[in-house]
T-cell receptor, first 111, second 114 residues
Framework: AQSVTQPDIHITVSEGASLELRCNYSYGATPYLFWYVQSPGQGLQLLLKYFSGDTLVQGIKGFEAEFKRSQSSFNLRKPSVHWSDAAEYFCAVGAINDMRFGAGTRLTVKP | DAGVIQSPRHEVTEMGQEVTLRCKPISGHDYLFWYRQTMMRGLELLIYFNNNVPIDDSGMPEDRFSAKMPNASFSTLKIQPSEPRDSAVYFC????????????FGPGTRLTVL
């Protein structure tokens, strides 16, 4: 069955530190992969997406993600976190007619 | 271009009342999705439309929920009668043609049923 797992419910990092948010999936074929960010009181905003080609994709706000087929993972990274990155992050996997969202990872940024 | 527009942003109602949530998708998008978000259940897909036609409503919790899309620029989600357990944030999202899944979310409607 198709599923998306974000193993970390909550992560705290210091401002300026690097960040990696994990996403693992189970899907019948190579899926389309997405990362969204949700700030408090707002809707989800697309950070980046992977459809095919280069497995390292760049997104907005300095984020990047790497698709690793052998590990069924699509982890999100940022080299230096800013206080404004505090939000909830969702990984999504699938296609237009079968999209699965992870449970989300809440990021807290310490000054 | 304006994003997905939802109204109202906040709704407080009493149990048993009818609630109607509204959504205007981004112009030119041919998919429209309704989601519900709660702390306990996360983000749940309720129903989605393609070219104004409902494709999958298997996520609609029960018959009290109904959704319509009378034209390409407007959709409603109705709850009748509402119950306290319907309290949640409801999101509308739309997708452009041939984009393989990218969704553009509205700001959501926070519904509180007393």
């Amino acid at each position: 069955a198709q599923s998306v797992t974000q193993p970390d419910i909550h992560i705290t990092v210091s401002e300026g530190a690097s960040l990696e948010l994990r996403c693992n999936y189970s899907y019948g074929a190579t899926p389309y992969l997405f990362w969204y960010v949700q700030s408090p009181g707002q809707g989800l905003q697309l950070l980046l997406k992977y459809f095919s080609g280069d497995t390292l994709v760049q997104g907005i706000k300095g984020f990047e993600a790497e698709f690793k087929r052998s590990q069924s993972s699509f982890n999100l990274r940022k080299p230096s976190v800013h206080w404004s990155d505090a939000a909830e992050y969702f990984c999504a996997v699938g296609a237009i007619n079968d999209m699965r969202f992870g449970a989300g990872t809440r990021l807290t940024v310490k000054p | 271009d304006a994003g997905v527009i939802q109204s109202p942003r906040h709704e407080v109602t009493e149990m048993g009342q009818e609630v109607t949530l509204r959504c205007k998708p981004i112009s030119g998008h041919d998919y429209l999705f309704w989601y519900r978000q709660t702390m306990m259940r996360g983000l749940e897909l309720l129903i989605y439309f393609n070219n104004n036609v409902p494709i999958d409503d298997s996520g609609m919790p029960e018959d009290r929920f109904s959704a319509k899309m009378p034209n390409a620029s407007f959709s409603t989600l109705k709850i009748q009668p509402s119950e306290p357990r319907d309290s949640a944030v409801y999101f509308c999202a739309s997708s452009p043609p041939r984009d393989s899944g990218t969704q553009y979310f509205g700001p959501g409607t926070r519904l509180t049923v007393l």
